[in-house]
């Protein structure tokens, strides 16, 4: 029997005149791994930000097991949802463990007074936030550079440490954007295993990626999205299969043209640099 | 396992290396030597024939006021020359085994010989106002430098990576030998007396020639130290102990007033430290959830304001009311946080430039306000430009801070006891500042630092967590304005704004922690210290001492944008350093450096 983890409804994301993200219904059940692919611009990382409250969409609602999210960073991890960055965003200038041991924030409520106090409850939680974090390095299998600065990591290892981080958090629901870039085939081989891996200790994934082969041998569902609507959803077969997909990849003139896609896309891409300017209307330019 | 590096990634280095005086390895060595001891005896001669120079430089046989200076660089170039011939027992002086301490040791009694004595030319009018004596020590402190020069060292392709090759620390040193928990406490304990004495030196230097001949000294010693690896060793040693070396450093800091004859010295003393816990408050909001605050002296301000006002003096609109000086100094921080939170909360939701615009506006606000709050352009409550004077001394069940007294044969006068008061607040500052860096708390705002974006996304609030660093940083300001309203008697308006010649203000206490080093303890309180001492000290400089700062701070900056004392994340920060971080568990090959071909 499968439960929705996640269910977006009609989300959509216009960014002045462009829409990023049009009328998008998404589910996740448990125990799913779910791709999510589309060319270039086709808003699956925006629609990603507005899953995990870093956009707030336009129009539509996000829920997790039932309960409507706030469209807020924190309280979306806070409720079960971890992520990564298509951008890699870690903690640069952190140790590989203190980046893994900022993904357990939520996890763990010592505040300030308890810090200052360390009491028993302070130096038993903190004892077990690392002992978990630790955990979760050898699961990744980077326990050994625990007190490496992140910065230092080489690239897969930092996608790697990245997916550790978001695991932190105890989430219910992964969202992966493109985990497998500028990996070799070998990492793409063991960054496979590791989502299987993920999934088999109960947490639902949803994956962005571009590498065909890694999402159809990964997931039991995937969806198409192009030009910001959803094309397609269906198992790995019926998405193959589909001409509309073929097209869509291979490119049609009027949306696969590289010219004709790319112009849109950094002008809208400058219209967020201006809007960025203002304060409090747009959090930051969010890959 | 073998491991090789090249010392120089420059590939034209294979040269073999040599001096750029050409002399021999021993007579350069000899040079060394020699220079050193006769430097350290030319101090006992007379340089100048009058006592008008201060420090009275003319006896011969014993050493005056700079001439210890001299004496000191040149017994410590002695020193580590000797330890260079490979003599046992001395070995530990020089662990990375390399030239650039004796160079920098030579340089640095050669400094402040040749300062000494053409500052008695220049204040005397004219080189014929030296003794013989001054001619000898300006030679015999630059043989050393001349033997120094003669050292071998890889030939560089310009003449400016030959010369650095002379004042360069060799990126890998050997480990240290395993030495006995009594000798590393025995080390942190002759380095704390080494560096109570150095400091209290400084501050009681009496004029400003006297103080740049101990800045060069010691600007050259530490220098020397750094690149012999031996202040990596220390903080090793530190780092195995901490809490013995914390409790040193407090033994130490309440050592300082006993060591004091004159009052003065324990009023600067005061003031640093004053000045140096409000730049470690400022440090957790810059330095860890880095949040440029550009009106950080305003809270100073708002805690001193708060404490003069329950103090009980006269002036004060409330003159009725006396607190006790653990409810003044609750009082003080509070309202300190009050005003932190309400500064805070409309802008800390924003991102980037806002907050150091609204923090500039706070501080000139605050100091703008304080001024027209005198019954006339405003309500009356402080005063305006007169301020608030004669606040009272503090009383402790009966000790009152401003009455001399006397312990164990020792007299503490009025700025000694408040001395001692600040110890007791910067060691509770410290120990905030520790304990909330490493923790849950201390994390989220180096995550936040780093990337705000990812830090919300992996469950942080913001904003909540900028304002704890924000209140947290505002009332440790406060509770050091509360005592440095006692300390000064009054509190004005005046100097608590943005920019100006002399601490505390805005623009020093940001300047203290960068300089410093973010993110440290130490750093601050170094940086805190010298920002204090330099416009004390060098009168002279006066309206130009503000040209001076700049231009050392971007000098600084250039040279070591990490500040001076480095945090191990910003140092890698600004230096491509690869893996260097990896902790050195592993014993580090005491083999030298790769043979260069054709040697
Ligand atoms: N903050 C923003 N402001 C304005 N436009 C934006 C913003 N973020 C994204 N866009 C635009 O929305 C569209 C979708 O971008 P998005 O990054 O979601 O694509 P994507 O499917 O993730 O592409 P890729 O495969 O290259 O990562 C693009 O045209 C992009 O320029
Ligand atoms: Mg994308």
């Known amino acids: 029997m499968t439960t929705p983890v996640l269910e977006a409804r009609d989300v959509t994301m216009r960014f002045g005149g462009l829409t990023a993200v049009r009328s998008v219904d998404f589910t996740v059940n448990s125990g799913e791994i779910v791709g999510l692919i589309g060319p270039n611009g086709a808003g699956k990382t925006t629609f990603f930000n507005c899953l995990t409250g870093l956009y707030v969409p336009t129009e539509g609602t996000v829920s997790y097991k039932g309960t409507v999210l706030p469209p807020k960073p924190h309280l979306v991890t806070k409720a079960g949802i971890a992520r990564t960055f298509q951008n890699i965003r870690l903690f640069a200038n952190m140790t590989v463990l203190e980046n893994v041991l900022v993904g357990r924030h939520t996890r763990t409520k010592e505040g300030l007074w308890s810090a200052l106090l360390r009491g028993p409850g302070f130096k038993k939680a903190e004892r077990a936030s690392e002992e978990r974090a630790m955990e979760l390095l050898e699961f990744i299998g980077l326990a050994h550079k625990r007190d490496h600065l992140a910065r230092n990591l080489p690239y897969g290892e930092q996608r790697k440490l990245e997916i550790a981080r978001a695991l932190a958090s105890e989430p219910g629901l992964l969202l992966l954007d493109e985990p497998t870039a500028g990996m070799n085939p070998q990492e793409t081989r063991t960054t496979e295993e590791l989502v299987f891996a993920i999934r088999d200790k109960g947490v639902a994934v949803l994956v962005i990626e571009h590498d065909m082969r890694f999402i159809f041998n990964l997931c039991d569902r995937v969806a198409v999205l192009v030009q910001g609507e959803k094309l397609v959803e269906g198992t790995s077969e019926v998405v193959q299969a589909d001409e509309r997909v073929i097209a869509a990849y291979l490119g049609e003139p009027f949306e696969g043209d590289p010219g004709a896609a790319e112009a849109p896309e950094s002008a809208a891409a400058e219209a967020g640099a201006v809007a960025d300017s203002t304060p409090g209307t747009t959090k930051g330019d969010v890959q | ?599």
């Open chain 2, 1 to 599: 396992m073998i491991s090789v590096t090249e010392t120089t990634k420059n590939p034209s280095a294979a040269i073999a290396p040599r001096g750029l005086i050409p002399l021999p390895v021993s007579a350069a060595r000899a040079l060394l030597l020699v220079g050193g001891i006769a430097t350290a005896a030319s101090a006992f001669l007379s340089w100048t024939w009058t006592s008008e120079f201060p420090g009275d430089l003319t006896v011969t046989g014993y050493p005056g006021g700079l001439q210890w200076l001299t004496f000191t660089a040149g017994v410590l170039t002695a020193l580590f020359t000797i330890a260079s011939y490979g003599v046992r027992g001395l070995g530990w002086l020089l662990p990375a085994r390399n030239n650039a301490p004796l160079v920098l040791l030579a340089l640095g009694g050669f400094g402040t010989t040749w300062y000494t004595v053409i500052a008695i030319a220049t204040k005397l009018d004219g080189l014929a106002n030296l003794e013989p004596g001054g001619w000898v020590a300006a030679v015999a402190s630059l043989l050393p430098v001349l033997g120094a020069l003669a050292l071998p060292e890889p030939v560089g392709e310009t003449t400016k990576d030959t010369l650095k090759a002379y004042v360069a620390k060799p990126d890998r040193i050997s480990a240290p030998a395993p030495t006995a928990p009594w000798i590393q406490r025995a080390a942190i304990t002759v380095v704390s007396i080494i560096g109570l004495g150095v400091f209290t030196y400084g501050i009681d230097t009496e004029y400003g020639e006297l103080f740049v001949g101990y800045l060069i000294v010691v600007v050259f010693a530490l220098w020397a130290m750094h690149t012999a690896g031996l202040l990596d060793r220390f903080s090793h040693i530190v780092a195995a102990n901490r809490s013995f070396a914390l409790a040193m450093g407090f033994v130490a800091a309440i050592a300082f007033p006993f060591t004091q004859t004159d009052d003065h010295y324990a009023n600067i003393g005061v003031n640093i430290l004053i000045f140096g816990t409000v730049a470690l408050g400022l440090n957790i909001v810059v330095g860890l959830a880095g949040l440029l605050d550009l009106g950080y002296v305003a809270f100073l301000g708002v805690g001193a304001y708060t404490a003069a006002l329950v103090s009980g003096s006269e002036f004060s609109k409330f003159s009725g009311v006396q607190f006790p000086f653990w409810a003044a100094a609750i009082a003080g921080a509070a309202a300190s946080l009050i005003f932190g939170v309400l500064i805070g909360a409309p802008t800390l939701r924003l991102r980037g430039d806002y907050l150091a615009i609204v923090t500039l506006g706070f501080g000139e606000i605050f100091r703008i306000a304080v001024n027209n709050m005198d019954g006339q352009s405003g309500p009356d409550i402080t005063n305006g430009p007169n301020g608030i004077p004669s606040i009272p001394d503090l009383s402790f069940f009966g000790f009152n801070f401003g009455n001399p007294h006397d312990i164990a044969g020792f007299t503490l006068g009025r700025f000694a006891n408040y001395y001692l008061l600040m110890v007791l607040i910067m060691a509770l500052v410290v120990l905030v500042y520790t304990r909330a860096a490493d923790s849950r708390i201390g994390r989220s705002w180096i995550a936040i630092r780093e990337d705000e974006t990812a830090a919300t996304a992996m469950g942080i609030n913001g904003f909540r967590v900028k304002l704890i660093a924000f209140a947290l940083g505002a009332s440790l300001a406060g509770l050091a304005g509360t005592v440095s309203a006692h300390v000064t008697y009054s509190v004005v308006p005046n100097p608590y704004q943005f920019a100006g010649s002399t601490p505390p203000n805005s623009a020093f206490l940001l300047a203290a922690v960068v300089l410093g080093g973010m993110g440290t303890v130490a750093g601050p309180l170094l940086g805190a210290a010298l920002l204090y001492l330099l416009p004390e000290k060098l009168v002279f400089l006066q309206d130009k001492s503000l040209l001076a700062f700049g231009i050392a701070l971007i000098l600084l900056m250039r040279f070591r944008p990490e500040g001076i004392i480095a945090n191990r994340r910003r140092q890698l920060e600004f230096h491509e350093t690869g893996q260097l971080d990896v902790p050195d568990t592993e014993t580090l090959s005491d083999e030298p450096a790769v043979t260069k071909a054709g040697a």
